[in-house]
Structure formats: structure tokens, C-alpha cells
């Protein structure tokens, strides 16, 4: 089967084709970062209309590269949730329309569920039970996978996401949008001891977690470290490198208890934060010496992206699940509620 997969819930459009027996045969990002840098965060209105200026040139080219037609489809995938209502309806209208006027079926991919398969689409992907660490701009959750949609919420953040908390703390530097990548950036050329960051929530029992405070303590210590208003570079990278090390130390600390408390060997990354190279580094340590071992996609399938939708799709459609001719999303759609393939 072989599956068109369109990703547009925030701010990138992603476009692949995913062939059941052949693997990804293609896939294309457009990233809205220009769009949206001068005003330090997404606009939903903006990211909307530039998802209608790229989605239709985008499978084109996707097409174009796999060698295929429209005609050679055999199903399409699109992210109906959650994300931006704007956005999602793009891909949604799109997707779904192509499929009817094809006469193909077509089903909305929950957007982490598409993150949570991602490692799937490596060479070696990881068997179930795994479980698997969430972290993007707007979900901190750790899940337990028995099976694709047999998932339970282990613990999640109680306030901002951790990549929210990154982007948050790097507009507080005054860097550019997105943050997350160039507050690591930076960090990597501070001294992560000099200031020491909270590792919240890590010192009681459970699998939340919670990462408001790391703002405001990323306030605080630019309050006190800016010379009129000004931040010296070096007191910039080392903030960045202790806020990363804060954020990473209390991911691990969890990840490391989730395995523990339910006895799974298997670890797996995904989401936008998942591209954090310390973490990477961080967790793959700490998981071997519990003798378990650590999966994550790619880096360019860590961020949003076609491929992990068309993945996450085709297991739905090989299933026999469809959508209806209504184009409906769901900008907020807890993963908890999703079944397994083929079960409603
Ligand atoms: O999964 P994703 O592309 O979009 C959402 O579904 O949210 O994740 C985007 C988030 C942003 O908050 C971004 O700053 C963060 O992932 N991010 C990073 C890195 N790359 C992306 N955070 C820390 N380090 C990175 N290298
Ligand atoms: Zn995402």
C-alpha cells in the first residue's frame, strides 16, 4: 500500500510517500521559521496560509521524487489533531479531498501518535513493550506502548512543555526563534556548573514533571547577571548550558525511574526535543547502564515531518480504518483516547 502523508499542525508543512513493503520512498519539509521570526513565535493565521502555499507544491515534488502519480496512491494520511485549528484544516482539506477525488481511502493521524512511531521507520525498530519519552513544543509526557494504540500515560508536565520551556527561556535571552535549537547551540559553548538550575520534581515520587520554574529561575539569574539591562555573551552561554542541563538531568531522572518501576528495557525518543544532542547523549548512557537500550529516529523525523504520518497512517489503513467524507480535526485530543489499529 502506498501511503501520501501530510503533516501541517503548527509550522512546518511535511509531505511523504510511505510504501508498506518498500519502506519511505520519499519524503519533503518546508519549515515556516522565516515566517514567523520576526515576531518570536508562531502565528497561527500566517502559519495557516503558508501551509496553502506549500502543501500542493510539496506533493508534487514528493511525488516527483518517488517516481509516482497521483494515480499510484493508494490511500492518504493527514494529522487531524491536535495542533492549530488553522493549520491542521490545510492538510485535512487536502488530504481528504485528493483521497475522495481519487477514490482512495484516506484517515487523520493523531500528530504524536506519528511522533511515537518514528523510530519505526529506522532499520532496527524497537519491539513492544517500550516506552517512550515525548518531548516537543507543546507535550512532556512519558507513555508505556504495549502495541501501536495501546498506550498508557505514565506522567506528563503539569505546566509548559519542555521544548515550551526552551523556546520560553531562549526568547528571555533574546535569541531567535525557534529557540530550542539555538539555546542548545549556545549551551554547548557554556559551563553548565556555574549556575545551578533546579531540577524540579525529581526529589518526590512520580512520573510528572514540571518545568515553569526553570523560566522563572531563568529570569531571575538574567536579572542578576544583566549590566544594565545587558547580558554578556559568556553569562549567556553559561545560563543556556545550565538551563539545558536542568532540562535534560530531570528528562533522564524520569525516564530512568519509568523503566524501573515498570520493568520495560526499552526506551524510546520522540518529538522535537528529541533532536537535543545532550539529551541524546544523556539518556543512551544512562539507559545502557540499566542494561536497557535507547531508540530514537533520526534527527530530521525528531522534528515534525510527512513521513512519521504517513507511517502512523498506513498502520491504520492496513487496518481498514478511514475517514468519513466530513474534514474534521481536533486541536486538542489526548492520546490516552486513541485504540488500537482497526478497534474504533
Ligand atoms: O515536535 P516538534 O517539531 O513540534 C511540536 O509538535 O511541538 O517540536 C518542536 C519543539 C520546539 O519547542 C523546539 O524548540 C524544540 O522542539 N527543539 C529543541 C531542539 N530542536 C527542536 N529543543 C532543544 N534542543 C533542540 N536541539
Ligand atoms: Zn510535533
Given at each position: 500500500?502506498r501511503?501520501?502523508?501530510?503533516?501541517?499542525?503548527c509550522d512546518?508543512?511535511g509531505v511523504a510517500?510511505f510504501?508498506?513493503?518498500?519502506?519511505l520512498?520519499?519524503?519533503r519539509?518546508y519549515?515556516?521559521?522565516a515566517?514567523?521570526a520576526e515576531?518570536?513565535?508562531?502565528?497561527?493565521e500566517?502559519?495557516?496560509?503558508d501551509?496553502?502555499?506549500?502543501?500542493l507544491?510539496?506533493?508534487?515534488?514528493?511525488?516527483?521524487?518517488?517516481?509516482?502519480?497521483v494515480q499510484?496512491?493508494?490511500?492518504?494520511?493527514?494529522?487531524?489533531?491536535?495542533g492549530?485549528?488553522?493549520?491542521?484544516l490545510?492538510?485535512?482539506?487536502a488530504g481528504?479531498?485528493?483521497?475522495?477525488s481519487?477514490?482512495?481511502?484516506a484517515v487523520g493521524?493523531?500528530h504524536?501518535?506519528?511522533h511515537?512511531?518514528?523510530?519505526?521507520?529506522e532499520d532496527?525498530?524497537?519491539?513492544?513493550p517500550?516506552?517512550?519519552?515525548l518531548?516537543?513544543?507543546g507535550?512532556t509526557?512519558l507513555v508505556q506502548?504495549d502495541?501501536?494504540?495501546?498506550?498508557?500515560?505514565?506522567?506528563e508536565?503539569l505546566d509548559?512543555?519542555a521544548?515550551?520551556?526552551f523556546d520560553?527561556a531562549?526568547?528571555?535571552?533574546g535569541?531567535?526563534y525557534?529557540?530550542?535549537p539555538?539555546?542548545?547551540?549556545?549551551?554547548?559553548?557554556?559551563?553548565?556548573?556555574r549556575?545551578?538550575f533546579?531540577?524540579?520534581?525529581?526529589?518526590?515520587?512520580?512520573?510528572?514533571?514540571?518545568f515553569?520554574?526553570?523560566?522563572?529561575?531563568?529570569r531571575?539569574?538574567?536579572?542578576?547577571?544583566?549590566?544594565?539591562?545587558v547580558?554578556?555573551?559568556?553569562d549567556?552561554?553559561?545560563?543556556a548550558?545550565?538551563?539545558e542541563?536542568a532540562?535534560?538531568?530531570?528528562?533522564t531522572?524520569k525516564?530512568?525511574?519509568?523503566?524501573?518501576q515498570?520493568?520495560?528495557q526499552?526506551?524510546?525518543?520522540?518529538?522535537?526535543?528529541?533532536?537535543?544532542?545532550r539529551?541524546?547523549?544523556q539518556?543512551?548512557?544512562?539507559?545502557?547502564?540499566l542494561g536497557g537500550?535507547?531508540c530514537?529516529?533520526?534527527?530530521?523525523?525528531?522534528?515534525?515531518n510527512?513521513?512519521m504520518?504517513a507511517?502512523?497512517?498506513a498502520?491504520?489503513?492496513l487496518?481498514?480504518e478511514?475517514?468519513?467524507?466530513?474534514?474534521?480535526v481536533?486541536?486538542r485530543?489526548p492520546m490516552?483516547?486513541?485504540?488500537?489499529?482497526?478497534?474504533?
Amino acid at each position: 500500500m502506498r501511503v501520501l502523508g501530510l503533516e501541517t499542525s503548527c509550522d512546518e508543512t511535511g509531505v511523504a510517500v510511505f510504501d508498506t513493503d518498500r519502506g519511505l520512498l520519499s519524503h519533503r519539509l518546508y519549515s515556516q521559521i522565516a515566517v514567523h521570526a520576526e515576531y518570536g513565535g508562531v502565528v497561527p493565521e500566517l502559519a495557516s496560509r503558508d501551509h496553502v502555499r506549500k502543501t500542493l507544491p510539496l506533493i508534487k515534488e514528493a511525488l516527483a521524487e518517488a517516481e509516482l502519480t497521483v494515480q499510484d496512491l493508494d490511500a492518504v494520511a493527514y494529522t487531524s489533531g491536535p495542533g492549530l485549528v488553522g493549520a491542521l484544516l490545510v492538510g485535512a482539506c487536502a488530504g481528504r479531498s485528493l483521497a475522495w477525488s481519487l477514490g482512495i481511502p484516506a484517515v487523520g493521524v493523531h500528530h504524536m501518535e506519528g511522533h511515537l512511531l518514528a523510530p519505526m521507520l529506522e532499520d532496527n525498530p524497537p519491539a513492544f513493550p517500550f516506552i517512550a519519552l515525548l518531548v516537543s513544543g507543546g507535550h512532556t509526557q512519558l507513555v508505556q506502548v504495549d502495541g501501536i494504540g495501546e498506550y498508557t500515560l505514565l506522567g506528563e508536565s503539569l505546566d509548559d512543555a519542555a521544548g515550551e520551556a526552551f523556546d520560553k527561556a531562549a526568547k528571555m535571552m533574546g535569541l531567535p526563534y525557534p529557540g530550542g535549537p539555538a539555546l542548545s547551540a549556545l549551551a554547548a559553548t557554556g559551563d553548565d556548573q556555574r549556575f545551578r538550575f533546579p531540577r524540579p520534581m525529581t526529589d518526590r515520587p512520580g512520573l510528572d514533571f514540571s518545568f515553569s520554574g526553570l523560566k522563572t529561575f531563568t529570569r531571575t539569574t538574567i536579572l542578576q547577571q544583566a549590566v544594565d539591562g545587558v547580558l554578556a555573551d559568556s553569562d549567556k552561554a553559561d545560563i543556556a548550558a545550565g538551563f539545558e542541563a536542568a532540562v535534560v538531568d530531570t528528562l533522564t531522572i524520569k525516564c530512568k525511574r519509568a523503566l524501573k518501576q515498570t520493568g520495560i528495557q526499552r526506551l524510546i525518543i520522540a518529538g522535537g526535543v528529541g533532536a537535543n544532542k545532550r539529551l541524546r547523549a544523556q539518556l543512551k548512557e544512562a539507559v545502557e547502564s540499566l542494561g536497557g537500550e535507547v531508540c530514537y529516529p533520526r534527527l530530521e523525523f525528531c522534528t515534525d515531518n510527512g513521513a512519521m504520518i504517513a507511517f502512523a497512517g498506513a498502520q491504520r489503513l492496513l487496518a481498514g480504518e478511514s475517514a468519513d467524507l466530513a474534514v474534521s480535526v481536533v486541536p486538542r485530543w489526548p492520546m490516552t483516547e486513541l485504540n488500537a489499529p482497526g478497534a474504533g
